[in-house]
């Protein structure tokens, strides 16, 4: 793991405790506490205030599972970790111990996950297979929530706006569901090129930049409506 300065011209290293596995993710929550996913080789915690400090989180539950992808409930600081054909699991005392979600899942490779920012216990997960599902219950229960989603999509990235809205990015751009909303729409404006990261601004609702392959990075502050080269 690496961190930039406050210019973000250089780098340097913060992974001091951390296992020599490939890092899947990063999550930040509320009161600072920052975790990686590491694969095959559990979740692992520091702080934003201590980037370097790492020590295992527990992960009891885990095991050598394939995790995917790795994210934290703002309003609960409950942990969510998606992963390669085992679903999702679900962490409440801060990465020690962990239990499957699976119910309308089954062995899903779950490519990305994300709670919302506004509506307690609802999160959303984008499967490998080209679905989006959600779970209004903490993840107990999995949905279908793709009406208006390309069919067959590959899902890279899924995140979740300050006022309650998700996006997910897929081939051929990022596509928007605002809370409430029954369907999801797509915007205009991105390159026909790999989405490679995408970011909501977590206190700024419709403010997201994306970044996409052999392009740069894009920006929108309409909800992903129209985007602008940064």
């Known amino acids: 793991a690496w961190r930039p300065d406050a210019s973000g011209a250089r780098w340097r290293h913060v992974g001091g ?34 980037p370097g400090a790492w020590t295992n989180a527990g992960s009891a539950g885990l095991a050598n599972t394939r995790l995917t992808s790795l994210s ?10 998606g992963t390669n054909g085992s679903g999702t699991f679900l962490s409440i005392d801060q990465g020690a111990n962990w239990v499957p979600l ?10 990305a996950i994300v709670p919302s920012r ?10 490998q ?26 899902f890279s990235h899924l995140v979740a706006g300050a006022d309650g809205s998700v996006y997910v990015a897929v081939p051929s751009g990022v596509w928007r569901k605002p809370s409430g909303a029954m369907q999801w ?6 390159p026909a090129a790999r989405i490679s990261a995408l970011w909501a601004d977590p206190v ?7 970044g996409v392959a052999g392009s740069g990075l894009y920006r929108s502050t309409d909800g992903g409506a129209s985007w602008s080269a940064v």
């Open 17 to 50: 405790g951390l296992p020599s596995a490939n890092l899947i993710a990063l999550a930040v929550c509320a009161n600072g506490a920052l975790y990686a996913a590491a694969d095959r080789a559990g979740v692992w915690r520091s702080t934003l205030a201590s």
């Open 72 to 81: 934290c409930d703002p309003r609960s600081g409950f942990l969510y970790a």
């Open 102 to 111: 699976t119910e309308g899942l089954g062995g899903s490779i779950v490519s």
């Open 118 to 127: 506004t509506q307690a216990w609802r999160v959303w997960a984008a499967l």
């Open 129 to 154: 297979d080209g679905r989006v599902v959600r779970s209004d219950n903490a993840g107990l229960n999995w949905i279908l929530d793709d009406t208006g989603l390309p069919s067959g999509s590959g």
């Open 185 to 190: 729409s797509a915007g205009t404006g991105l």
């Open 204 to 210: 700024r609702a419709n403010v997201l930049v994306a």
